[in-house]
Structures are given as C-alpha cells and as structure tokens.
C-alpha cells in the first residue's frame, strides 16, 4: 500500500525534486521552451515567494516531490498563484493532489488578509483552465491586472478569485 501524499512549506532540500517536477512538465508535455535559467525564482524561493504572506508548498509522496504551489504576496490584500504543477500519476480525482494544494494556498491567503488571487497560465494547459474554473476563478483580461502582477512572457490566459472572509 502506498504512503499518503503529505503537503508542506518547501524547504532547500526540495529543490532538486521540484526542479525534476517542473521542467519535464513545461518543456516536454507541453512543449514550452524554457529553462530553468528562464526561472529565477526557482532559484531564490525563499526569497522570491516565502515573503510577507507569501508561501511555497510541495506535496510529497514516499520521500518524492509529486506537486507544488505557490503564492506571491502582492501586497495591498492581493496574492499571486503560481507554480502549480502536479506529476501525471498524481493528477486528477483519486489523489486529490491538486485540490488540496490549492485548498492549503487558500486557506493561507484569507488567513494573512488576502482578499484576491490572480493567476497565470497558458492556453495550453487545457485541464489546469477545466481546474480554475471548477474552483471559481472567472476569467479577466491582461488589461484587467493589476500593475503589481508578476506576468510572465509564456502567460496567455489569466484569472481572478476574490477570496471572501
């Protein structure tokens, strides 16, 4: 029987693991041409994401890093997700892994006062906009963000959640 999937703050041990998880994930399953060059926030986590009220979380299973999210605190009560990606064998219903990082970003957010989430992605993640859209995000323009957003060039499609009290 299979350990369970354990969520918790990243930790520099985790960078290896997370690295192996992302990458694989944009460049050959979806075939975004990047590096982790192009990623300087992987590098300088602490730095970048676990600030003000911001986090960075990893799900885990038996030692290996399986999923991962993060928020960017924005400040004035706004919050930015990113870095959502969960491995293909722990994706959908049966593992929950999505759903529950999520679920820990939210209830994190609203816990330090955060009052909106935005995010990014791209037209090519299909199943992350089916995701997004089942927890409640509503679709917003470019031109609807907020000057602080940190877009990146590969971002297409965005979307907002007020996070109510």
Not at 29 to 38: K, N, Q, R, S, V
Not at 95 to 102: E, I, S, T
Not at 115 to 131: C, E, P, S, V, W
Not at 137 to 154: D, I, M, T
């Amino acid at each position: 029987m299979p350990g369970p999937i354990t969520l918790g703050p990243y930790g520099p041990l985790d960078h290896d693991g997370l690295v192996a998880l992302i990458l694989p994930i944009q460049r050959e399953e979806f075939g975004i041409p990047i590096t982790l060059a192009d990623q300087p926030d992987l590098d300088a986590i602490p730095a970048f994401y676990q600030t003000g009220a911001g986090e960075f979380w990893v799900a885990r299973h038996e030692g290996q890093v399986v999923g991962s999210i993060a928020l960017k605190d924005l400040g004035a009560g706004l919050g930015a997700l990113r870095k959502m990606f969960v491995a293909a064998p722990y994706r959908g219903r049966d593992w929950g892994v999505a759903r529950a990082l999520l679920v820990t970003l939210i209830d994190h957010a609203r816990a330090h006062g955060m009052t909106r989430l935005y995010l990014g992605t791209t037209d090519r993640f299909l199943a992350a906009h089916r995701f997004y859209e089942r927890e409640g995000f509503q679709r917003v323009e470019p031109e609807q963000l907020p000057p602080v957003f940190p877009r990146l060039a590969v971002d297409t499609r965005f979307y907002t959640l007020a996070l109510g009290a």
